[in-house]
């Protein structure tokens, strides 16, 4: 199976550090879609990205920014000047199309301490 | 707008009982998802409707698992009869049918616990 790897299991940083969240995938295609969700306390699932196969600019929206390599097959997200609000486990994910199912990463548990 | 709902948020039953979960995707979401996650391990996909009609449905784990999804709208997840391995959380997801971007929202989830 086409995997998501996310080797970082929990990570605990001070609030204000940047942290970054690795993602490595694996894929035969050339064209695919990845994503980031972020699980709070709550438990709900929330959608933070999608970025497609063609499109390796980075993105930054506020203290998050996300850096895809296809050279490396990694999609890493960085958030800066964390916060408290941001502790929640993050999923990368990645489909093989645009409508099909998702294949989720096991998960980083990111924990801010104040 | 309202997001995908699910209900009920939490259900406990006994080993061989029947459970129904209800999924309400995002109106005029033509792709509904069911994904779950047991025990800590990755969520994984059961099955995929697109309207009324099962578009893949490569992950479900049995036929104890039955999926609906009358009139292309809300679905409903069936376990019957529920095993302890069922125990889990039950995601929905659903994303609107176009050519091209397409991003899967998903609902809050059912705890479901067998015991």
């Known amino acids: 199976a086409q995997k998501v790897t996310q080797a970082q299991t929990e990570i605990s940083v001070v609030e204000k550090e940047d942290v970054t969240l690795d993602c490595v995938y694996e894929t035969r295609d050339t064209t695919y879609y990845l994503f980031w969700y972020k699980q709070p306390p709550s438990g709900e699932l929330v959608f933070l990205i999608r970025?497609?196969?063609?499109?390796?600019q980075n993105e930054i929206s506020g203290r998050y920014s996300w850096n895809f390599q296809k050279s490396t097959s990694s999609f890493n997200f960085t958030i800066t000047a964390s916060q408290v609000v941001d502790s929640a486990v993050y999923f990368c994910a990645r489909a093989y199309s645009s409508a099909s199912k998702i294949i989720f990463g096991s998960g980083t548990r990111l924990s801010i301490r104040p | 707008e309202a997001g995908v709902t699910q209900f009920p948020s939490h259900s406990v039953i006994e080993k061989g009982q029947t459970v129904t979960l209800r999924c309400d995707p995002i109106s005029g979401h033509d792709n509904l998802y069911w994904y779950r996650r047991v025990m800590g391990k990755e969520i994984k996909f059961l099955l995929h409707?697109?309207?009324?009609?099962?578009?893949?449905e490569s992950g479900m784990p049995n036929n104890r698992f039955l999926a609906e999804r009358t009139g292309g709208t809300y679905s409903t997840l069936k376990v019957q009869p529920a095993e302890l391995e069922d125990s889990g959380v039950y995601f929905c997801a659903s994303s609107h049918m176009t050519g091209g971007e397409n991003t899967q929202y998903f609902g809050p989830g059912t705890r479901l616990t067998v015991l």
């Open positions: 409707f697109v309207k009324e009609s099962k578009q893949d």
């Open positions: 970025r497609n196969s063609f499109d390796e």
